[in-house]
């Protein structure tokens, strides 16, 4: 019973064996011959600067692939350089013949070298406009395609703003058919000026893309006049007021409108406000007259007790 045993573990051993043998890809040996031979990718698209690392793989006459296969690798044509262990770099564009021989069996590959991404966009400047404390003006997009070779995969680098405020752009990419960057600006908290910014796009093997964005806020239309200064004021006929009356024009958000026309002329009472001619808003939308004096009422001279002065009613150029 006891050498039974023993023969029995002996031969299930074997079985062991012999199935890890039979399953397991890996190199055959000496004694097997190389039947065929081939080249993984047997056909590849890189940009250039790429790198490309190509394996040549034996198969035995069963269809077991050696675990390793030592070939001589050669190319031809210019637009890859070919190192003795398969790595290919694209140098220049255009198509190159790879191929690995070794026991009299060439395999050969195809590797073609395309130009790098290069970014192409529907505009270079994108220009905003709004009104101080007004609404933000409408969102503007750019449409961006490659115009080189490989595969254009744009991201938004950072945004970087010229002085003044910053934050007031919002910049980000809405992507298929075609990438699109989406611009919008806020007005909210800025004073009238005009502010810059720069929107830097990026993507792998493509040279950078700078977009500039630029936002002018300004006033709107004249809305309302108000007085200013100069109200109700008292002087001797034939003398100017001490005050020279002066108005503020604002739009309808409240801010002050510069070089709007103002004239001014004495409603009632008789009198002269100069200059009879437009005088123009400043940059804190005031207008002011140089002179506002009464004539002495008629019938009267000019040397009697001086009357109140009348207001002069200030109005703006058509």
Known sequence: MRRYSVLAGLA?????????????????????????LYIEPDSAVIVLGDTLHLIAVGVDS????????RVTWGTSGTAITLAPNGVAVGVATGTASVHATEGGITATALVTVTPQPIFATSRDSVPFSGVASG?????????????GGGTLSPV?????????????????L????????RLTAATAGLAVNTYTANV????????????????????????TMAIDSGDAQTAIVNTAVPVK?????????????????????????????????????????RA?????????????????????????TPRPSP
């Open 200 to 223: 830097f796009l990026g993507a792998p093997k493509a040279s950078p893309k700078t977009i500039k964005v630029t936002l002018a806020v300004t006033v709107g239309a004249p809305a």
């Open 62 to 69: 069963t269809g077991r692939r050696f675990a390793t296969t």
């Open 174 to 181: 809405v992507t298929g058919g075609p990438d699109t960057l």
């Open 12 to 36: 299930l051993g074997a079985v062991l064996a012999f199935n890890f043998a039979c399953t397991t890809d890996t190199a055959i040996g000496p004694d097997v011959a190389l039947d065929s």
């Open 156 to 172: 938004v680098d950072s945004t970087r703003y010229g002085a003044g405020a910053t934050g007031w752009l919002q910049a980000s």
């Open 288 to 312: 002011r007259a140089t002179s506002w004096c009464r004539s002495p009422r008629r019938g009267h001279r000019a040397r009697r007790p001086p009357s109140p002065r009348r207001r002069a």
């Open 135 to 147: 609404p933000n003006p409408a969102a503007q997009t750019v449409t961006i395609t490659n115009a």
């Open 245 to 285: 009356p002066a108005v503020i024009i604002r739009d309808q958000y409240g801010n002050p409108v510069p070089s709007v026309g103002v004239t001014f002329a004495v409603a009632v009472g008789g009198g002269t406000a100069l200059p009879a001619t437009p005088v123009s808003t400043d940059g804190a939308g």
